[in-house]
């Protein structure tokens, strides 16, 4: 069966660090675009970053550069979201999903209705 699995989120205080992982299977990671996203209570889904296939270039949201990494391990069929100096304002539940239309976007975009299959969320709270 095709499955996302978010891990990682939790509570972490301001200024902290939070790894995420999203482990795939049924599908191969590195045939597709794989984005991260977020909704905060009140707030639309938004697009964080995206890593695009076989290349591994990315696309960062500015409010993700130079805080936020992410990374493909393609052996173990995983990405990553790597965040550090974290801010009240990234609470959120945050999400994976892959594009399985790669070839009509040279470079993965952070629109949602780009990504076709998505995991279930990871809880992240940023808070003192």
């Known amino acids: 069966q095709l499955q996302l699995v978010e891990s990682g989120g939790g509570l972490v205080q301001p200024g902290g660090s939070l790894r995420l992982s999203c482990a795939a299977s049924?599908?191969?990671?590195?045939?597709?675009?794989i984005g991260w996203f977020r909704q905060a209570p009140g707030k639309e889904r938004e697009g964080v970053l995206c890593i695009n296939r076989r290349d591994d270039s990315t696309n960062y949201a500015d409010s993700a550069k130079g805080r936020f990494t992410i990374s493909r391990d393609n052996a173990k069929n995983t990405v990553y979201l790597q965040m550090n100096s974290l801010k009240p304002e990234d609470t959120a539940i945050y999400y994976c999903a892959a594009d399985f239309s790669p070839l009509l976007h040279p470079m993965c975009v952070l629109m949602n209705i780009s990504y076709h299959f998505w995991g279930q969320g990871t809880q992240v709270t940023v808070s003192s």
């Open positions: 049924g599908l191969t990671l590195d045939y597709y675009h």
